[in-house]
């Protein structure tokens, strides 16, 4: 496969791994209280790389004041990185939340919530395997909302 047939599958690729993250998190996002002034957005990032690996992802965010101070906020993320080396490709899904006030069990700081991870995989089978790495940020976590002390509707 050529460099550029590549970089099109990848990115098309992404684009429907961005589909994907979109269908899990509408659940969580309509099924519990965020409060009213929370607000939920999506990336895609091309960029974040070191001299080994290069790296793209595309995650949702959920972003929920938590006082009348603009700068302090609690967000959840649900994220679907996939890494390149010359040696294999790996696939990592995370939720992971960072708080600046106290939400549930969790304790101001960044935690992980969730993490699964898949290493030295080929390119196709990176691809391939991905979509179930999505599947998992919600199959495979249903106590998440109840530890962030989320109420159902």
Known sequence: MSVESAAIELLAALGRYQLEIEKCTVDFWLCYDFGDESEAYSFLDLHDSDEVWQRVGVS????????MDPYLENEIQFRLTLAFSKSGCNVESRISAHLDERMGRWEPGSHVLYRKLSEGLSFAAALEIAPRHIEALYYETPEIPESLGLSRR
């Open 60 to 67: 949702k965010t959920i972003r929920i004041p938590v006082s």
